[in-house]
């Protein structure tokens, strides 16, 4: 066992979908992800979240599930699952997966047994009532879909209860068999050798009138449950709790190391953006210093993007404003309360830019999970539907269907990015890796150096006293070394100053030498302050080092 593993771990979401079709079918399977594990450890991948597998309609990207106990025929079978588990576990990779516990599918046998008849056990599975009024103050999630957290369903003579869409009825987490039944699906899983969970949705699982239906106590009590659970039976897994709330509703999902071991740090993601686009670190500073401290067994997992929208819950409604004006300026961009474009489009596929955001994000307390592709700066398609355009095939090389598919590009499960600036002929693995210069080859290089840095991982941080916020700094500390982080949000050169005298974590270093990790070379001594300028939108980490001499 490997205490705290995922402290200084990179980790990276695939869907199975889009990753690799290995039998040109034109969907990606398991059999594909494990054909292109030595890749994934070639980017320094620690540990791979899959998006749901099992079997499921697929009318909310397998968020939906039918059946907790198998897996999607597009993805392959229970037999290529273990091949994968298997395979990963050779090259010292881990894998997560989503367990999705607030809803299941309609078309469920549950839900199915449940419409059916009232006298089912399977009826108080779900929540009922005869009018849509109850719990009114519980915010609706998917706004540009739904009107109602309540939907009738003719066969139950009854409206029931979702809080996504209303294919997605929400269990009912008061009646001691579904946590039972969420219980047995976390086992079976763990059984066949999964290392951990992110946890879908975990604060809408218990409704009670005069509430926002959101983190109440009878939430936190079973995810307490579950978490002992795991550390009674599987104690190197991981719980990653996917709970879209601010800093001071966040913290309790910690509780004291009893309750999920990461969680997304969902108000910082914005806030980067924020700065990037303003060229001002203050509402990310200010996110970090309203985010209380969380034991030291437990992490934030800090992301730029992911599947959904770039979620716009967790801002004011002038920054939502703001953000939607700057990187959604077309109608089609937005979705619900957020954004659903990629990364690279989103920084208008600027190198220094792309470059820039991921070094922040990995200075910042936290593990930082990849989307895939965004190593790659893959672009989208807002005109499929939903959130389809976040997840087109992986662009391997210029050659059909990208390198994703042998099938007939009707076929795809959706198609590739073949027209713009991101389609797969300019932008592809292939042509990255036989770059030297390419983004893949510069993150990939910003992996390396932080996990050979502890202080990321598992350090404290400080913000420096700057003059301004047009540089975003910090400093890193953990046992006895030092980094200072140094990111410039504009695209003008800047000059800033370090005074130790200012910045209680560098008050015994005085003197000391620095060296950009980065670049590899010397960067000056803190003697007594130290001033680097930044380039527009560059960064430097500075380890620094007392005798003066630098690190070999
Ligand atoms: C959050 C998931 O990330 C999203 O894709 C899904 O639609 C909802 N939860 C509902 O499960």
């Known amino acids: 066992m490997a205490p705290l593993w ?3 771990a990179l980790f990276y979401e695939l869907p199975v979908r889009a990753f690799y079709d290995s039998n040109g079918d034109g969907h990606g399977d398991l059999a594909g992800v494990t ?114 957290n309540w939907a009738w369903d003719q066969t139950a003579g009854q409206y029931y209860w979702h809080r996504f869409y209303s294919s997605q009825p929400d269990l009912n987490y008061d009646n001691p068999a579904v946590q039972a039944e969420m219980l047995n699906v976390l086992k079976f899983w763990l059984d066949q050798g999964l290392d951990g969970f992110r946890c879908d949705a975990v604060p809408y699982l218990i409704e009670r009138e005069g509430t926002n239906c959101e983190n109440l106590p009878e939430t936190h009590k079973f995810i307490k449950t579950v978490r002992n659970f795991v550390e009674t039976h599987y104690p190197d897994c991981v719980l990653l709790a996917e709970a879209n709330q601010w800093p001071h509703d966040l913290r309790p999902y910690f509780g004291d190391n009893d309750e999920f071991h990461m969680a997304f740090h969902f108000p910082v993601m914005p806030r980067i953006f924020m700065a990037l ?40 409604d002038a920054e939502r404003l703001w953000m939607w004006r700057r990187y959604a300026p077309e109608p089609r961009m937005r979705l619900n309360l957020g954004i659903r474009r990629r990364l690279a489009p989103l920084l208008g596929g600027d190198a220094r830019q792309l470059e820039l955001a991921n070094a922040l994000l ?20 807002i005109w499929l539907p939903d959130r389809d355009g976040l997840r087109t095939p992986f662009q391997w090389d210029a050659g059909p269907n990208a390198g994703f598919s042998s099938a007939a590009p009707e076929q795809l499960y959706a198609p590739v990015v073949a027209e713009g600036p991101f389609s797969y002929q300019r932008v592809n693995l292939a042509a990255q890796l036989a770059d030297s210069q390419s983004l893949w ?32 700094g910090l400093a890193r500390r953990h046992a006895g070394e030092v980094v200072v982080a140094l990111h410039n949000l504009t695209a003008e050169p800047q000059r800033v100053e370090i005074d130790p005298s200012q910045t209680p974590c560098l008050a015994s270093w005085q003197g000391a030498s620095a060296h950009d990790l980065v670049a590899e070379r010397a960067a000056g001594q803190l003697r007594p302050t130290l001033t680097q300028t930044l380039g527009p939108y560059s960064y430097c980490w500075l380890k620094l080092e007392k005798d003066g001499a630098g690190p070999p």
């Not at 001002?280 to 730029?304: G, R, V």
């Not at 990321?456 to 941080?461: A, D, M, N, R, S």
């Open 277 to 316: 686009g303003r060229g001002d670190a203050s509402a990310l500073i200010e996110i970090l210093k309203a985010t209380p401290a969380i034991p030291p067994e437990n992490q934030w997992c800090t992301f730029l993007r992911n599947h959904d929208e770039l979620t716009l819950e967790m801002v004011t």
């Open 35 to 148: 054909r292109k594990l030595d890749y994934l450890q070639a980017l320094g991948v620690d540990c791979l979240w899959l998006p749901p597998i099992y079997p499921s309609p697929l009318l909310d990207g397998g968020y939906d599930i039918a059946d907790y106990y198998g897996i999607h025929p597009d993805f392959g079978t229970m037999a290529d699952f273990k091949q994968l588990l298997t395979e990963a576990k050779r090259r010292g990779l881990r894998v997560i997966a989503d367990l999705v516990l607030n809803h299941t599918s309609a078309s469920h046998p549950w839900f199915q047994a449940a419409r059916a008849d009232r006298a089912s056990p399977y009826r108080d599975y779900y929540v009922w009532n005869d009018t849509d009024q109850r719990y009114q103050a519980a915010r609706i999630i998917f706004l540009d879909t739904e009107t109602s």
């Open 6 to 8: 995922y402290k200084n």
């Open 362 to 381: 990995f200075a910042l307390p936290g593990t930082p999970i990849f989307y895939y592709g965004d190593e790659i700066g893959m672009g989208d398609n």
């Open 441 to 472: 080859h510069r993150l990939r290089r910003l992996v390396t150096v932080r996990k050979a840095q502890p202080v990321f991982g598992c350090g404290e941080y400080e913000f420096l006293p700057l003059a301004g916020a047009q540089v975003f």
